[in-house]
Structures are given as structure tokens and as C-alpha cells.
T-cell receptor, first 115, second 112 residues
Framework: DTGVSQDPRHKITKRGQNVTFRCDPI?????LYWYRQTLGQGPEFLTY????????KSRLLSDRFSAERPKGSFSTLEIQRTEQGDSAMYLC?????????????FGPGTRLTVT | DQQVKQNSPSLSVQEGRISILNCDYT??????FLWYKKYPAEGPTFLIS?????DKNEDGRFTVFLNKSAKHLSLHIVPSQPGDSAVYFC???????????FGTGTSLTVIP
């Protein structure tokens, strides 16, 4: 399978705990995006990487959120001191990011539940 | 502030007929638009895109129309099939697609 993969698919955690999600993009894609989606809403942009550089971060993103893409391949998204409002589906997407090839290919998502 | 809007939360269409999904946007800087389809428990799947230099793009049963003056785009599915039943999102970006803004989605049901 050469699509975008995310791990874990589901995560239940207690409020105040830290969680980390992983995303493996399509191998030749140099752009990687993180989104959050809540019920009844479309995906909401969080941040994106061009290779290993984090080029843009949503103003809505709390300081408790941090993302890395250390070698320009896989990426991790960490949420510190989770809150119940962080419960959502976290989606990762990748794209070639050149020419007009900005179509983003999404992974299946990680569903986070904070109790 | 929702910059991309899909005002119809749901749509039902008979199999074989045309499905028309609509999307409006407010930011005149948007110049690249995409449609995604999403099944339950899966991530969105890319369907079709259009650049602002065009007003129509076609791919098989799917056609996207862009009306820049009205800041409106639509997705036509002809003929509709039961397997098309899903939630459809439109998305837009300005410039080089750094950040995409998504609508809230339209749930399409194709009735056999």
C-alpha cells in the first residue's frame, strides 16, 4: 500500500496526558499537512511542512501542539496536556507540491478521545 | 470566519440522474479549488481540481464548474451511482496551495 498511513487509528487518553501521532506520507511527496476535523465540520488546517521545514502554522493552533518532520519523511504531531476540546479526528495529508500538483492525499486519520 | 461554504448539508438523488453539489467562497484571492469525497471512517479522497484560469474541468463522470465573478463552484456527477453516496467537501487555496480551506461538506445519497 503506497498511500498515506497514520498511527494509531484510535487513541483514548485522560485529560492532562500527552499524546503523539505519526504520519507516513506517500514516499515521493515533499509536502505534508496536518488537519483536525470535528463532527459536522470540514478539515481545519493545523500546519504544513515542505520537506523537513515547517512553513506554516495555523494561528488557531495552541502552544500545546507541536509537529515535527525531522528527516523530511514521516511526521509526528504531539499534543501536550490534552483537554476535552482536543477530541477530534486528526488527519494527515501529503502532496507533491510543485507545478499544479497540489492535490492532497489524505490518510485514514487518528481519532482522539479525551476523557 | 468560514471562507468556504457549502450551504446544503445533504442531497438525495435517484440513481442515473445528475447530482449537483454547490460551494461558495468569499476570498477573492483563492485561485485553486478541489473536491474531495469522504466515506465514513476513512480520510477524504481527492476527486477533481480546477485552477482559476479555467471555468470547467472534466474527469469521467465528474465535472467541476467555476464562476469566479460569483465566487461559486459546483460539482456535477453524471450519471449518479449508489457508490457515489458519501460526504463531499470543497476546498480552496490562494497562491501555491500552502493552506487549504474546506467547506463543511454535503452528504450525498444516491437512491437505487
Amino acid at each position: 500500500d503506497t498511500g498515506v498511513s497514520q498511527d494509531p487509528r484510535h487513541k483514548i487518553t485522560k485529560r492532562g496526558q500527552n499524546v503523539t501521532f505519526r504520519c507516513d506520507p506517500i514516499s515521493e511527496h515533499n509536502r505534508l499537512y496536518w488537519y483536525r476535523q470535528t463532527l459536522g465540520q470540514g478539515p481545519e488546517f493545523l500546519t504544513y511542512f515542505q520537506n523537513e521545514a515547517q512553513l506554516e502554522k495555523s494561528r488557531l493552533l495552541s502552544d500545546r501542539f507541536s509537529a515535527e518532520r525531522p528527516k523530511g519523511s514521516f511526521s509526528t504531531l504531539e499534543i501536550q496536556r490534552t483537554e476535552q476540546g482536543d477530541s477530534a479526528m486528526y488527519l494527515c495529508a501529503s502532496s507533491l507540491g510543485h507545478g499544479l500538483a497540489y492535490e492532497q492525499y489524505f490518510g485514514p486519520g487518528t481519532r482522539l478521545t479525551v476523557t | 470566519d468560514q471562507q468556504v461554504k457549502q450551504n446544503s448539508p445533504s442531497l438525495s438523488v435517484q440513481e442515473g440522474r445528475i447530482s449537483i453539489l454547490n460551494c461558495d467562497y468569499t476570498n477573492s484571492m483563492f485561485d485553486y479549488f478541489l473536491w474531495y469525497k469522504k466515506y465514513p471512517a476513512e480520510g477524504p479522497t481527492f476527486l477533481i481540481s480546477i485552477s482559476s484560469i479555467k471555468d470547467k474541468n472534466e474527469d469521467g463522470r465528474f465535472t467541476v464548474f467555476l464562476n469566479k465573478s460569483a465566487k461559486h463552484l459546483s460539482l456535477h456527477i453524471v450519471p449518479s451511482q449508489p457508490g457515489d453516496s458519501a460526504v463531499y467537501f470543497c476546498a480552496a487555496s490562494a497562491g501555491t496551495g500552502n493552506q487549504f480551506y474546506f467547506g463543511t461538506g454535503t452528504s450525498l445519497t444516491v437512491i437505487p
